[in-house]
C-alpha cells in the first residue's frame, strides 16, 4: 500500500543533540501526526497538526505541517536518553474513512 | 483520556488453533477501531477497519475468513485469528478515535505479541 517517504531511516545520536526528521509525500494531507514507539509497546501521539504551515510544540518536540500539506518534520532538542525509539510520521485527511498512510519510521539510537 | 487497552499482551500457540485479541477504549466510546499487524522493523500495516453495528472493511490482501473481527460494542473490538499458522506470528495492534477530537488521531492499544508454534 501507499506509504510517507520518512527520513532518515536511523540516526545514531548523542545526548544533548537536536534531532531532525521528515516525512514527505506525492499525495496532500489534512493532517499530519507524529507518533513514537518503544519495543513492545503501542505508538504514542506525540504531536498532531492539522493546518498547513502549522507550527506545534510538545516540550522539547518541535513539528511543522508543510506549506504543501505534502511534507512534515519533527524536531527533538537537547535529547535525552529517553528519547530513544521508533518515531513514525503519519498522514491523513484524505477522505472520510479516518484511514492514516504511515512513514517506515525514523529509529533514534543513543551513541555510547 | 483516550486509553486504548488490549488482551493479552502476550500470547503463543500451537498451529492450527485460534486466538482472539480483544481492543477496548476504556475511557470513551469509539464508532470505529482499526486493527494492525507490524513485523519486526517494520512499519504498522493496516489489515482492517472495525466499524460497530457493521462489518469490518479489509484492506487488500488481508482474508476475512481468517482474521475474524467483531465489533459487538462502542467499546470493544475483537480479532480472532483463525487456524493461526506460524507466518500469522507477528505484532497486532488497535487504535480508536476519540469522539470530539479529530477524526484522524488514533490512540494505540499497547499491542498483543503473537507466537504460532
Known sequence: GQQLNQSPQSMFIQEGEDVSMNCTSSSIFNTWLWYKQEPGEGPVLLIALYKAGELT???RLTAQFGITRKDSFLNISASIPSDVGIYFCAGGGMDSNYQLIWGAGTKLIIKP | GAVVSQHPSWVICKSGTSVKI??????????????????????????ATSNEGSKATYEQGVEKDKFLINHASLTLSTLTVTSAHPEDSSFYICSANPPGGSYNEQFFGPGTRLTVL
Not at chain 2, 477496548?24 to 513485523?39: E, I
Request: charged share 15%.
Open chain 1, 57 to 59: 510544540s510538545n516540550g
Open chain 2, 22 to 47: 480483544e481492543c477496548r477504549s476504556l475511557d470513551f466510546q469509539a464508532t470505529t477501531m482499526f486493527w494492525y499487524r507490524q513485523f519486526p522493523k517494520q512499519s504498522l500495516m493496516l489489515m
